[in-house]
């Protein structure tokens, strides 16, 4: 399994969407949220271009994207899963590292998001 790192950006993006789903949705809400990030990174931390994976060549060398709905069925908790997930990683996959660069949600565009490092160097 390969190492991963979020970079900054990454970061505050997790902190907003779980502060964002614990206001709307409620502390079960973001568990859930929480328990499918975890597992997400997981998953591509253990296989970088794993099903549901999609190489980004036109964002730079290696970056890829994985839709977080592709870990949901292994997310579940005790309060259940996130039914919708909405959200998705950008990462730029080598041998030794996933780096993190972002997490955005699915209707955004994405080149208007990059990130200006991925933790990984």
Do not use: C, K, W
Not at 20 to 41: C, D, K, M, P, V
Request: glycine share 6%; charged share 30%; no cysteine.
């Amino acid at each position: 399994m390969a190492v991963f790192r979020l970079a900054a950006s990454a970061e505050e993006d997790i902190v907003e969407l779980l502060s964002y789903t614990a206001a709307n949705f409620g502390e079960s809400a973001r568990i859930r949220y929480e328990r499918l990030l975890i597992t997400a990174l997981r998953d591509v931390a253990s296989d970088p271009i794993r099903t549901g994976s999609v190489a980004r060549a036109e964002l730079g060398d290696n970056i890829r994207s994985y839709h977080l709905r592709h870990s949901r069925d292994r997310a579940r908790t005790d309060h259940g899963i996130v039914q919708r997930p909405r959200n998705l990683l950008l990462y730029r996959a080598t041998i030794e590292m996933i780096g993190v660069g972002r997490v955005l949600h699915d209707v955004m565009e994405i080149e208007r998001h990059l990130p200006a490092t991925y933790g990984d160097d």
